[in-house]
């Protein structure tokens, strides 16, 4: 079946400093892939996504970047600052239509 | 405003106890799920919907089961609740044709005694 991994699982940053975490899949037919962010005790949300025709995408300080070939898809935090600590979950679109969650990471922002 | 909203947000009962988590859109959405979540940790899918009248079992779908009658309305039921049932429920709900985002409830926190 289909399987995503996201790398590392749990980030700690310098605020200011930037952040990178990467989700593999294994789907090479996936056409979506949005990453959403879960503050404590909050619900999921989008926070940027691409389609696999565009190989990257900024939106103020996160960026998203697409490697088919390889299978990855990476989000890109810039100058992070402490309202950035929350889990982010990569969810890529099979083409079966299906969204499969990745297990998470945590990131920290130490003030 | 557009929203999905969970109903009870927090709810605490006895082992064999049957319940139901009720979950209700105004996106216009054809697509729901439900998801089992621990506090930080990975999303399970336990159900999830495409439409009126079809339901479909995820990962983690043993114990428990979905219906949709009406578009808006996406209840999940325990039979019979047992402590290995505790968590958190998150029901979501995406529309069919473009971007696919899922957008989430409050989620409703249970506990089972």
């Known amino acids: ?101 990745g297990p998470g990471t945590s990131l920290s922002v130490i003030p | 405003e557009a929203d999905i909203y969970q109903t009870p947000r927090y709810l605490v009962i006895g082992t064999g106890k049957k319940i139901t988590l009720e979950c209700s859109q105004t996106m216009g959405h054809d697509k729901m799920y439900w998801y089992q979540q621990d506090p930080g940790m990975e999303l399970h899918l336990i159900h999830y919907s495409y439409g009126v009248n079809s339901t479909e079992k995820g990962d983690l779908s043993s114990e428990s089961t979905v219906s949709r009658i009406r578009t808006e309305h996406f209840p999940l039921t325990l039979e019979s609740a047992r402590p290995s049932h505790t968590s958190q429920y998150l029901c979501a709900s995406s529309a069919i044709q473009g971007h696919n985002e899922q957008f989430f409830g409050p989620g409703t926190r249970l506990t089972v005694l």
Not at chain 1, 4 to 12: C, I
């Open chain 1, 1 to 101: 079946g289909e399987n995503v991994e996201q790398h590392p699982s749990t980030l700690s940053v310098q605020e200011g400093d930037s952040a990178v975490i990467k989700c593999t899949y294994s789907d090479s037919a996936s056409n979506y892939f949005p990453w959403y962010k879960q503050e404590l005790g909050k619900r999921p949300q989008l926070i940027i996504d691409i389609r696999s025709n565009v190989g990257e995408k900024k939106d103020q300080r996160i960026a998203v970047t697409l490697n088919k070939t390889a299978k990855h898809f990476s989000l890109h935090i810039t100058e992070t600052q402490p309202e950035d600590s929350a889990v982010y979950f990569c969810a890529p679109k099979t083409s079966y239509d299906k969204v499969i969650f």
